[in-house]
Structure formats: C-alpha cells, structure tokens
C-alpha cells in the first residue's frame, strides 16, 4: 500500500474503456535525480538471477506530494526522495533513515511519511538477535524529522511466541485511514523459541501514535512456513487482505487464519522444492504490488506467475488436507484470482483431492505460452479494470523445479482486464520500461511506478554488487485509462505477447485510488534434490486486544 487512498474519486469517471495500448504509456526518463547511488540489482535466493530492488513508491492522500524510498548503494542506509507528483522531480529534502538495510514499505501522508525497513538493534541490547542481524522496524517522520520508531520484532515482540528478525525484507506496508492503523507484513527467522533457525512470516499493526496493538485474528507471530511470497493490501478494518506463498505446496489467502491451516481459502497449488515455490510474487526484493482492491468496493485482484499443477498427491508430512503437486509446464505463465471480499474468492479453490490429474483448473490464466513469466504486478483503474504487468524471457532455460528461468529477456508486458477479469484488447510490451516499484493508482485515472532506465539482462546469475550498474537516476512510468499520453518521452513497442492472453472467469475486484494529480503438460527433472520442511506450522492469537507501548 503506498499510503493513504479516496476509493470514490474516479469510480464514476473511470468506466469501461478501449483496450490499451502504447499510446496510453508515457515515460519519465532519468527525471528524478537520487541524492546518492543506488544499485538496481538484487540477486534471487539459490540461482543468483536477478530481480529488480525496490523502490517503494507512494502518494499522499492530498496529492500534493510524492515519496520515493531506496536503498543506499552502500547496502546500509534507506534514503526517501520527496518529489512532485505530477512531473516527478524532487522538491523537498532527501532523508535518510541510518541503518536501514533495504526498503520493505512505504506510505505517504499530507505531513510525510511511514517507512518500513529492517536494521541492527543498538549495540548492548538485551535479548538482540546475534551477529547484528537486523530487525523489522517502522518508522514514522513529520515534516522531515523523526515522530516515532516502533521495532515489529526482536526481544519485545511476541516473547511468548519466540524472538524474530529479518534479514531479507520481504514484505509489505498498508495503512488504513478508516481503522487508524499500518499493517506490516513480511518474512521472519525466529531466534529463539520452537522455531529458532526457521522462517516464516509475521503480521503485525501499529497505531497512528506508534504503539505495537496485537490484535486477535488479525496479528500472527508465525504463519506460513518458509513463506515464499505476499501480497498484502488494506481492508476498512483489520484483519487486512493477506495472501501467502509456503513452502508446503500451496498459495492461500489467509486473512482469516493469518496462516497455512487448512481452514483457509488455497488459491492455486504449486510445487515446492527446497523451500521454494517458483518465486510466484517477485522472490527476492519482490512481495508488493501483488494485490489491489478495486475503488468503491470491497473486491481485490491478485496477479502471480505459476507452472500450474498436475498430478496431485498427499503431503503425508503436514496431512489431511494438504498436498503436493508436479508441474503442469516449465516456463512459467501470469494467473489472476478475484476476491468478492477480503475473505472469499471468486470461484472454486484449488484442489486438495489426492489422486487429481488435473491441480489447477480453478485458475483464470492471463498467459499461456512457452516464454517464462516473472516479476507479476496488479493495479486498478478505480472500480472497472486493472492493468497487469509482468516480464518475459523468450527461450527460457529453467534448471530449477521451483525457481526462476534465465535467459533472453522479452519485454515487460501491460495487459488490461476488466473487473470480471476478462481481457480488454491483447497485451503490448517494451522492452526498455520496467517496473521496479509499487504500482500507484492515481487521482486522475492513471498507474505510476518508478523503475531504472538500464539495459536489463536476465540471461545469466549475477553475484556481488556490480558498480557499473549504480546509478543516481530514477525514472517513472505512467499508463493512462483512457486515451493517449501526450509528450511520451520513451515509446513502447507494442507486440502480441508470445504468451498469449486468454479470457478470465468472472468476478470482481479493487484498488485504492491515490488523490494525487497525478496447456501443455511438461513434467521436468533437475538434479536438484528435492526436501521436505519438517517445521511445525503455528498460528498466533491472543484473546484480547493487547498494547505494546512504542
């Protein structure tokens, strides 16, 4: 969530359209200038592939002022650009959150901004993760100086339950004007407690004053295991919308559960192998601009990439209920789901019937081909249609089950749907737009985000930082509803995607509107072995509402 947004501002105004296409794109190439370098490149977990860093992007409610957070070069340090929202220039002074590790969350406010990040505890810390291993950490600044800093884990955080920190910051932040709270969800490694040396996720909420509020059946401790990715948006109260990627086979929307139980909503089967999932919201440096929810309404839309699912058995480690899959196709495709509300799905779930030929029949595909798909974002046009972007590789070679594919990269593709879910016109690329940043819904219809003009090679692993690819420039990227974009800076090229867009079942779903100005069957082997986690699964709950002060 990239801060504070009106839902009924453009639902009137933005009702169905023509199908998009190039001209509705504009750019703003190298137009924002960093006050200190920033490395685009962050390397996947096990490949080495890389991904694109974040950039957490976000507009006020006003709509007077942008923000932009990045992490330093230096690999410490979190800088926030303020910048004009309608040309994307800065305007304001540059601050800089010491220690910050990489920038997991932004949201924008008329006064300034909340930022979600993860840093070392201060040296002599009782009770601190070892070897400065940094912590989850919301920080709140007003008119360029710090309010509050509020720590989501460490030795105050659910003791009971055991200690978390977050070495990689995978995750996101929300907040919602309406319940006077930010919501906070991201990856964990608990260092003490039954699940010491293990990862999973925690959910946590904080005040509008900086006070950590646990909240029963909304904030969890420990939820999905080993969780290879989320989506998270905003609800009117909490619990908010939350969707998880595990490493026991499935993709669930655990608003309810705040977990894997099987009492939950599964989205779609996957394969897991080696604690991975295919990288199915972004992997690294991804886990945000998954879900949005349509304006005026209480519907959402996810986006993901996925092999699909054949071949259903039983997960005989986890039981009753649970399953493993093989899958369907190598390369990967982009799948959406829709969401009558913040708990249920439009449509069946995904199966959990052992013997089952067919494990994913309940998705609605927006891609079909033999390019391998990655680095899947969603965003609404109010209350009538959403633009799903993502990455393809053509020829992909995927030595991994349930990782990423290298290889020569395609184009990043926009393709519209409608809020049924249905295609609106083919999909068109470009080859030199990426996205990189939270997709933003504008007050006046269009979708920004901010990416790094650069020439992106995705057919090889990189390591180590590469300081030939920093750079202290940042670009944006607008697609407009309706009509052309005048004064396109960087022209798109508009090609049929070689992952053929198909149609959607019905449905509907919404994002948040910033009031700012602005199948084949492939079964596939690799030579890697392939583990099963034996982690225990836990849900935390507390039977009242209890204050951490901040």
Not at 50 to 76: M, Q
Not at 136 to 152: A, C, D, F, I, S
Not at 389 to 394: A, F, L
Not at 395 to 420: E, K, N, S
Request: charged share 15%; with cysteine; hydrophobic share 35%.
């Amino acid at each position: 969530m990239r801060g504070s947004f009106t839902l009924s501002l453009l639902s009137a105004a933005l009702g169905a359209s023509a199908a998009l296409t190039e001209s509705n794109l504009k750019t703003h190439v190298d137009v924002l200038a960093l006050g200190s370098s920033f490395n685009p490149v962050k390397a996947a977990y096990w490949t080495g592939y890389p991904h694109h860093r974040r950039t957490p992007f976000a507009v006020s409610p006003d709509g007077s002022t942008a923000y932009l957070a990045y992490l330093d070069a230096s690999g410490s340090d979190v800088h926030v650009e303020q910048l004009d929202p309608t040309t994307f220039e800065a305007t304001g002074t540059t601050v800089t959150v010491s220690g910050g590790q990489e920038a997991g969350g932004l949201v924008a406010h008329n006064d300034g901004f909340a930022l979600l990040t993860n840093e070392a505890m201060p040296s002599g810390t009782t009770n601190a993760p070892p070897s400065d291993t940094p912590v989850p950490v919301l920080h709140r600044y007003t008119n360029g100086e710090q309010t509050w800093k509020t720590w989501l884990g460490g030795p105050d955080v659910h003791t009971s339950d055991g200690l978390s920190a977050s070495p990689d910051m995978n995750g996101d932040l929300v907040y919602s004007e309406s319940a006077g709270l930010y919501g906070a969800y991201f990856v964990v490694t608990d260092y003490s407690g039954d699940a010491s040396g293990h990862f999973g996720d925690s959910i946590e909420y904080v005040a509008d004053n900086g006070t950590l509020v646990t909240i029963a059946g909304a904030s969890s401790s420990w939820g999905c295991s080993h969780n290879t990715g989320i989506a998270f948006e905003a609800a009117d109260e909490p619990p908010y919308a939350s969707i998880c990627a595990e490493d026991q086979g499935a993709i669930w929307l655990n608003t309810k559960t705040q977990g894997m139980t099987n009492d939950g909503v599964k989205i779609s089967n996957e394969n897991t192998t080696n604690g991975a999932s295919g990288e199915p919201m972004g992997g690294m440096s991804g886990s945000y601009s998954g879900l949005a929810r349509f304006a005026d309404s209480a519907r959402y839309i996810f986006a993901w990439v996925s092999r699909g699912a054949i071949d259903v058995t039983e997960n005989t480690w986890m039981g009753d209920g649970y399953t493993h899959v093989n899958n369907r196709t190598n390369p990967r495709n982009v799948a959406l789901a829709l969401f009558s509300d913040k708990y249920t799905k439009v449509g069946a779930q995904a199966t959990s019937t052992v013997g089952a030929e067919d494990g994913d029949s309940q998705i609605t595909w927006v891609t079909s081909g033999s390019n391998d798909c990655s680095n899947a974002h969603v965003a609404t046009f109010g209350n009538s249609s959403a633009l799903i972007t993502w990455e393809e590789i053509s020829d992909p070679i995927c030595d991994y089950l349930a990782m990423g594919c290298r290889g020569q990269f395609a184009g990043t593709y926009f393709q519209q749907v409608d809020a049924d879910g249905s295609k609106v016109g083919d999909a068109f690329s470009s080859t030199d737009i990426y996205v990189s940043g939270d997709m933003v819904t504008m007050s006046d219809g269009r979708i920004c985000w901010p990416y790094v003009s650069m020439e992106w090679d995705l057919s090889q692993a990189v390591y180590g930082d590469d300081s030939s690819e920093y750079t202290k420039k940042m670009s944006f990227a607008c697609m407009s509803p309706n009509g052309s974009s005048a004064n396109t800076t960087t022209a798109a090229t508009t090609k049929a995607s070689s992952s053929a867009s198909v149609a959607a079942t019905s449905a509907a779903a919404v994002t948040h509107v910033a009031a700012s100005a602005s199948t084949q069957s492939v079964k596939t082997t690799q030579s890697v072995k392939t583990t099963q986690s034996a982690e225990a699964v836990s849900v935390s709950s507390a039977a009242a509402i209890s204050v951490t002060s901040a």
